[in-house]
């Protein structure tokens, strides 16, 4: 029986740990080819060593999701390897949180450069090459709870995953006389590299109580999500089966905000 993603080459950002690494090796278990973009390449050279070491197709490449031309070198490194592009995740994200009122320009920015303008990038250049090879593709983002409702020490953060919201909104409505979707699926409290790092700058300002004890507390499933809780629906969006889902995003959050 194949997999959902069988052939299919699959462009996967900020693959080197946590929900990427999950979904790129969920790609390379369905029969896909996962191409890992990441800015620290040797981490994500070692996720596709280990998917290889498992048969899976697996690349490595560094990217920069807030530069053009290196995203557009990792989409041509993509092509080069496998043939074709066929699915894009807009994956890579950062937080760096900061009391509402201490938020300053320059951390603001720094998030939304990536969050917000890197999805914008990733989702051009992606389009494009799908639009060269004839239409059809797909793009998958990754939103947030935090786009739905705003939390205080997560304002910048917040804003960003909004935008990843509307842009997925823009993006479906523009790009689907070319046959391509594009969809976002929103996490909430996920055990990951990144929350550790969030805990501790939390403690450090103060917030203890925003953090992922705290919030995973709400979830009524009764536990955080892990990163292989995120790959199902993260496969269906890049899969044929959800050829008629495009403008849409889909909550993997265990009940936690019920918006």
């Given at each position: 029986?194949?997999?959902r993603?069988?052939?299919r080459?699959?462009?996967v ?14 790609v ?10 990441d800015?620290?390449?040797a981490?994500?050279e070692?996720?596709a ?10 690349l ?20 080069e ?11 890579a994200?950062?937080?760096?949180p ?12 720094a ?6 303008i890197?999805?914008l990038i990733?989702t ?10 004839g ?14 409702t705003?939390?205080p020490?997560f304002?910048?953060?917040s ?7 509307s ?12 046959g ?6 929103a996490?909430?409290v996920?055990?990951?590299p990144?929350w550790?790092?969030?805990d501790?700058?939390l ?20 536990r ?12 269906f969006?890049?899969?044929?089966d959800s ?17």
């Amino acid at each position: 029986m194949s997999g959902r993603v069988e052939g299919r080459t699959i462009v996967v950002t900020g693959a080197a740990s946590g929900i990427g690494a999950a979904i790129a090796r969920g790609v390379a278990a369905e029969g896909g080819n996962a191409v890992l973009a990441d800015l620290d390449e040797a981490a994500a050279e070692r996720v596709a060593a280990g998917i290889r070491e498992q048969g899976g197709q697996a690349l490595a490449v560094r990217v920069d999701v807030t530069d053009r031309a290196g995203v557009r070198a990792g989409v041509d490194a993509a092509v080069e390897r496998f043939g074709r592009l066929d699915a894009w995740f807009n994956n890579a994200g950062m937080n760096s949180p900061m009391p509402f009122l201490d938020v300053t320009e320059q951390n603001f920015e720094a998030i939304m450069r990536v969050n917000a303008i890197g999805v914008l990038i990733g989702t051009q250049e992606a389009a494009r090459r799908f639009i060269e090879q004839g239409g059809g593709g797909k793009v998958v983002n990754t939103a947030s709870i935090a786009g739905r409702t705003g939390f205080p020490s997560f304002a910048p953060y917040s804003a960003s995953k909004a935008a990843v919201i509307s842009l997925t909104q823009a993006a479906a409505r523009d790009l689907a006389p070319h046959g391509i979707t594009v969809n976002a699926f929103a996490p909430g409290v996920v055990a990951t590299p990144l929350w550790k790092r969030l805990d501790a700058d939390l403690a450090a300002m103060g917030a203890a109580d925003a953090g992922f004890d705290s919030m995973a507390a709400d979830i009524l499933l009764g536990r955080p999500a892990q990163p292989e809780d995120i790959v199902p629906t993260a496969l269906f969006l890049a899969s044929s089966d959800s050829d008629y889902v495009t403008g849409q995003v889909m909550a993997i959050e265990g009940g936690m905000i019920l918006v």
